[in-house]
C-alpha cells in the first residue's frame, strides 16, 4: 500500500478531508478548511476519526474509500 496523500471528500463550502500516511502505523486525516473561512489545519489519528465521524459524509466517504481498496486484488494473488 502506498503513503501518498489522498484527499476523500469535499464538502459544498470547500472544506477537503484527506487520507495522509495511509499504509503506516501513523496513518491519520487531514481537515483543510476552505480558505476564506480562515480555519487551521487540523490532523486527526485515523481510528479516532473513524470512530468519531461514523455518520459524517466525509466518515462515510473515507470508509468508502478504504472499501474499495480492500476489494481490490493484489497484484501476483488471485
Known sequence: MTTQDQAFYSS???DQWLLVGRGTEH????HQPNASSGGQVRDVA???FLSREQNTPQGVALRHLMDDEAEEPRSGRP
Do not use: P, T, Y
Not at 496513518?27 to 487531514?30: E, P, T
Open 12 to 14: 459544498e463550502n470547500g
Open 27 to 30: 496513518a491519520k486525516v487531514r
Open 46 to 48: 485515523l481510528k479516532d
